[in-house]
């Protein structure tokens, strides 16, 4: 494509960090010293959506999603005559139509190809190219290839343009729970990092949970926490949690702490003397404080 271009990818290892920042650099140093243009290539870092596995359905969708993208970019014009083979760029024309020996090496096409139950023959290929060629004619040139949701699909998680993974809800949670795991054994992250779709909602989601408890285990009963004191340490200590421990923002905790903004949030968290204020909160409190290492503080 003139301004993106789309990969699926599988890791055995987790290491698409790394590899793409290889693949990236190494394409940029490549492109400038042929073209003879200098500086970045990309205008900023690419953007990863989980796959289900398991579920040959999400495998079949993301491969359309990306071998109808020149239709929906109105690069081929299906309604005119042309098909999915003269767009060049596409691993369609340049890997799947053709035979293995005549591939790149990295492209795994069979496999893809066992995703629609189709062997790499020359039917098996002439079979796929004929439902892609069929689904561009049938569709609408903007949404040709964007699969269909059901309803009750939280859009804003499952979805290959927007969302942070693609696959069914339980997929989801599990990826949520590995991802608690992580986090758990890893060093805090940068906030800029921490905007990307999959950790913000696991964050207010975190937010949320240890919130409501914080509030039971400092004996504050729901809609009283507005009548206590923003240097209250039942509340500076459940905003150094919050704080420490997810990625909301200091205008969420104000909001959700009764703080007045998020200028006084900032001010009491560097006023807080952790071991002093844990001294003057209930015992419950001081363990799960305890149990989210903020003690320490």
């Not at 001010?267 to 409190?285: F, T």
Request: glycine residues 8%; contains cysteine.
């Amino acid at each position: 494509m003139s301004n993106h271009y789309h990969l699926f990818i599988q890791t055995p290892e987790p290491n698409l960090v790394a590899g793409m920042s290889w693949l990236q650099n190494t394409l940029t140093r490549r492109y400038n010293v042929r073209h003879r243009k200098w500086g970045r290539l990309f205008g900023d870092r690419y953007k990863a959506v989980v796959v289900e596995g398991e579920d040959r359905h999400h495998y079949q969708t993301l491969l359309d999603y990306i071998h109808l993208n020149p239709v929906r970019a109105r690069m081929i014009r299906p309604k005119a005559g042309q098909n999915v083979l003269d767009y060049p760029w596409s691993s369609v024309a340049g890997g799947y139509a053709l035979p293995p020996k005549k591939r790149a090496k990295w492209l795994d096409a069979a496999a893809g190809m066992k995703a629609f139950n189709l062997s790499d023959t020359v039917a098996g290929r002439r079979e796929m190219v004929e439902w892609l060629d069929k689904r561009a004619v049938s569709g609408e040139s903007k949404s040709c290839g964007v699969p269909l949701l059901s309803e009750g699909v939280d859009t804003r998680a499952s979805h290959l343009r927007r969302g942070w993974y693609w696959g069914t809800q339980a997929f989801g949670e599990a990826m949520r729970k590995l991802g608690r795991k992580l986090l758990k054994k890893t060093a805090p992250v940068s906030r800029a990092y921490q905007k990307h779709e999959l950790v913000r909602e696991h964050g207010e989601r975190q937010a949320l949970e240890w919130l409501a408890r914080g509030l039971r285990a400092g004996g504050i009963k729901t809609g009283d926490h507005c009548k206590l004191k923003g240097s209250d340490p039942r509340k500076v200590l459940q905003a150094e949690l919050l704080w420490r421990r997810t990625v909301v923002s200091q205008k969420w905790l104000a909001e959700k702490l009764e703080m007045k903004s998020a200028a006084n949030v900032s001010q009491q968290l560097r006023r807080l003397d952790g071991k002093s204020a844990i001294k003057k909160v209930p015992e419950e409190l001081k363990q799960l404080l305890e149990e989210a290492d903020v003690t320490s503080s």
